[in-house]
């Protein structure tokens, strides 16, 4: 059987899993579509929190975020999963013992204001909305990469594929299908991480042999000081290096874990427990779930990377990164395991170009040195080629000469494998393009696993992108049908027309989102660290302080959450440029141009502390919270008497 | 007002416990993972240094035990207080 026809069996059959789920846990009351009923037990609720949880980026780009980035990217790692502590300990508990269905209401209620709830709405709307477009367009790429379609199909499938079990579902039908779906995402991560290192360090579990022995060389080299010697062989930057900001990885670090406790999809998966102790243990079910794939991460991205180097210089395994000549292009065409190599260059992934004419593909980190002057010749000949006939090229000539002379004495100077690159007659790094997503996407390939794995992994990529997009689009259409319109404009809709407004809600929000999808505004990375800095900013101090304080009033909450979503976002628009769009940028995205060096996916914690200090401060101005208010804050500090969710 | 008392105490013993944690939670990912990290680069973890481990690895493991034992001794500060569902 071929590999695309084995592909659409394996994401087939996970589709129909999920219908036949969704046929099955259908929503019939408001109660249901927002919270599943509360009668989700703790662990299944980890298991489908884990789901919601683990996006497109997780799954696909985190490993080679991971494997590129080295120690720096840790805090990913350590960001996206201390993220729950807080959760656990500071919001969970509570929020669930307040009983109620979204994140605005519990503002809305313990802020005693309308204004403050439409203020956290219009917070909600821009974290899920700009998140989402990160998971369509995460949809549209594996479907165009195994299902041979465009990525405008694949998308316009996938968001076919949630419509049918989200409008009808809700919550309760989301909330089994992400079960479902976490099943499938972690098999389908765990299997080839567990051959890789099996094969790389004789360790079944990945987590062992990343701190392993290298067993190609008996074991007596370890694994990470193997990778560290070949890629700063080849000019990179140890994997294991120091970072060279403290300051700003404490700051990042920071941001993603209070933008974690502050996304309000995975918040309100806590509503849908039983009793106010299951979502204390609910959230270390979750992390328990979400360990399984971010403790293998860093396993998958470095092994990875070692297998891509080793492959494009095969010297590197059992001896000297130079002792063997680079991959050459005949061996590419000839060998059927390298196979992937033209497969993924298909997919714009992976790219090389033969510059020097050597027949093969020298692979390194270019020093900045040869890049500019390699980028000096191309312009030069570029306005040479594209010069008038008749103007005068002698001056253009010149410059090309000029340029060419410059790279050369560039290329004499800069060393790889004790060498100059002039005397080696190496022009430049022939493999141009490694996308971070193909240490995940191609690993099976890497790995040369069957290809029932390599479908797997495309199962695995939608199941993580589909799960979260539904996650994130139930967190807005009952923003939209809960807040808005049953809370502002229509406070005495009945239950039923209630409903109905969510699921037409829900059909609003996916609508909204595939549009964007297939418009997206700058790019996805840029957009998710707005979501988190705003998500760090805005939602996660206003449910500290109604909480934690009982002086905080509605004057300080609504003061210190403008002040925050404005803070970050016009930070981040400083330097990515007005609403991403490139080229409004007022600054350089560069670290010399950063305010005390604090880079825009960093401001988070400070976008946090002038929230906390503002509200403080405005609230010493104002009266404090009314009598009811201050019952209510007792009331939700103690367990006991949750009951059932009210809808007022 | 005995009501009130003990809803004082048990907030109190609450928030006792939260510290703890968040200062555990603090030590073992910005502690040991970033800011000690340069400190600590003479301990090993198998192949990796203490602190590169921790950022990679073992942060994580500590906050799974922080909040399985958090769930746990605040369901017997809930039954101590009287305040369990």
């Known amino acids: ?648 | 007002m005995a009501d009130k008392t003990s809803a004082n105490s048990y907030w109190a013993a609450n928030i006792r416990i939260i510290t703890v944690s968040l200062v555990i939670w603090f030590v073992c990912s910005f502690g040991l993972g970033i800011l000690l990290r340069p400190a600590l680069s003479g301990i090993h973890v198998g192949g990796a240094d203490l602190g590169f481990w921790f950022a990679q690895n073992g942060s994580i493991y500590v906050f799974l035990v922080l909040i399985f034992v958090y769930a746990k001794m605040m369901n017997k500060v809930d039954r101590d207080h009287g305040v369990e569902e």
């Open chain 1, 1 to 648: 059987m071929d590999q695309f026809t084995l592909n659409l069996l394996v994401i087939g059959a996970s589709f129909a899993l999920y219908f036949g789920i969704a046929f099955w846990a259908r929503a019939s009351s408001t109660a249901e579509f927002y919270a599943a009923g509360q009668g989700v037990g703790p662990v299944v609720n980890g298991m489908a929190t884990a789901a919601d949880w683990m996006s497109a980026a997780s799954f696909i780009s985190m490993a080679g975020l991971i494997a590129f980035g080295g120690y720096n990217n840790s805090v990913f790692l350590m960001g996206w999963t201390g993220g729950y502590v807080l959760l656990a300990l500071l919001l969970a508990p509570y929020l669930r013992k307040f009983g109620k269905f979204t994140v605005p209401e519990f503002v809305g209620d313990r802020f005693y204001s309308t204004s403050a709830r439409m203020v956290a709405v219009v917070c909600l709307l821009v974290i899920s909305i700009t998140y989402v477009i990160g998971q369509m367009v995460g949809v549209g790429v594996t479907f165009a990469r195994f299902l041979e379609v465009s990525t405008t199909t694949g998308l316009l499938i996938g968001s076919a594929v949630v419509f049918a079990y989200a409008v009808f579902g809700g919550m309760k039908g989301i909330t089994y299908t992400q079960v479902a779906q976490y099943i499938v995402l972690i098999i389908a991560y765990t299997i080839p991480a567990i051959f890789i290192s099996l094969n790389l360090t004789g360790h079944f579990l990945p987590q062992l042999g990343f701190i392993g022995g290298y067993a190609p060389t008996g074991g007596e080299t370890y694994f990470l000081d193997k990778l560290d010697q070949v890629v700063t062989d080849l000019g990179f930057t140890a994997y294991t290096a120091d970072t060279t900001n403290m300051f700003n990885m404490f700051l990042v670090t920071m941001s993603l874990m209070i933008g974690t406790a502050g996304l309000p999809h995975v918040i309100i998966r806590f509503f849908t427990v039983p009793k106010v102790s299951d979502a204390r243990l609910s959230a270390g079910w979750a992390l328990v779930f979400i360990a399984l794939l971010y403790t293998v991460a860093p396993a998958v991205g470095s092994m990875a990377r070692l297998n891509i180097t080793t492959t494009f210089w095969p010297g590197a395994i059992d001896g000297e990164t130079f002792s063997k000549p680079a991959l050459s292009i005949a061996e590419i065409d000839s060998n059927p395991e390298l196979s992937w190599i033209r497969n993924w260059e298909k997919t714009g992934l992976l790219a090389f170009t033969d510059k020097n004419g050597d027949g093969m593909i020298q692979y390194f980190n270019e020093p900045k040195a040869v890049a500019d002057a390699n980028k000096a010749v191309a312009d030069a000949t570029k306005a040479l080629t594209e010069a008038a006939a008749d103007a005068d090229k002698a001056p253009l000539e010149a410059a090309v000469a000029a340029a060419t002379a410059a790279r050369d004495a560039a290329l004499g100077e800069a060393m790889l494998g004790g060498q100059s690159l002039a005397a080696q007659g190496i022009v430049g790094n022939e493999l141009t393009t490694v996308n971070n997503d193909i240490m995940v996407l191609a690993n099976p390939e890497i790995a040369k696993l069957p290809g029932w794995v390599i479908a797997l992994v495309a199962a695995g990529g939608l199941a993580a992108a589909l799960s979260t997009a539904a996650g994130l689009l139930l967190a807005i259409s009952s923003a939209i049908s809960h807040d808005l319109i049953k809370g502002a404009l229509r406070p005495d809709i009945s239950e039923k027309s209630e409903l109905l407004a969510a699921r037409i809600s829900m059909a609003f929000a996916i609508a909204l989102a595939t549009w964007l999808g297939l418009n997206p505004p700058g790019f996805a990375a840029q957009v998710v660290a707005l979501a988190f800095g705003l998500a760090a900013a805005t939602i996660f101090p206003v449910l500290m302080m109604g909480i934690f304080s009982t002086k905080v009033g509605k004057e300080g909450a609504i003061a210190g959450m403008i002040v925050g979503l404005l803070a970050t976002s016009i930070y981040i628009f400083m330097y990515l440029g007005w609403f991403f769009v490139p080229g409004t940028n007022w600054l350089p995205n560069t670290p010399d141009a950063h305010w005390f060096g604090i880079s825009p996916a960093a401001f988070g914690p400070v976008g946090a502390l002038l929230n906390f200090a503002t509200a403080y401060i405005v609230s010493t101005m104002f009266k404090a919270p009314p009598r009811e208010v201050q019952e209510l804050i007792q009331s939700i500090r103690v367990p006991k008497g949750a009951g059932k969710a009210v809808a007022h």
